[in-house]
């Protein structure tokens, strides 16, 4: 079973995707700030797909997604976000993440990312 990795600030997300994943067979991990994400990291449990907020309280726009790149460069990252301007999105891209969502996200469409980028690792 492949392990996703949920990172957003707002629980009504995590839960929502939880849900989805979940039923799309997925096992997942959830954490609402990058510092419960890295934490998660570091205990070393096989994270296939990263969803990450691109705002967060603790960490810059994109800082998330370069410690992950760097710190577990096997992890898939889907970038999400309400806020994202298309430069951002774009350097998110350019940094490392294999796709963007914009939320709110369609489910079925957030599931098939993951799917993708899971196949893509």
């Not at 705002?55 to 997604?65: A, F, Q, Y």
Request: hydrophobic fraction near 50%; glycine fraction near 8%; charge should be negative.
């Amino acid at each position: 079973m492949h392990t996703i990795l949920v990172v957003d600030d707002e629980p009504l997300i995590r839960w929502a995707a939880r849900e989805g994943l979940e039923s799309a067979g997925y096992n997942v991990l959830e954490a609402g700030s990058a510092r419960e994400a890295l934490a998660s990291l570091a205990e070393g449990l096989p994270v296939d797909v990263a969803l990450l907020d691109i705002r967060l309280p603790d960490s810059d726009d994109l800082g998330l997604l370069r410690r992950v790149r760097r710190d577990a460069p096997a992890c898939q990252v889907i970038m999400m976000t309400a806020h994202g301007t298309p430069e951002l999105l774009a350097q998110a891209i350019t940094e490392g993440a294999f796709g963007t969502l914009s939320k709110p996200f369609d489910m079925s469409g957030m599931i098939d990312m993951v799917r993708a980028a899971e196949h893509a690792a």
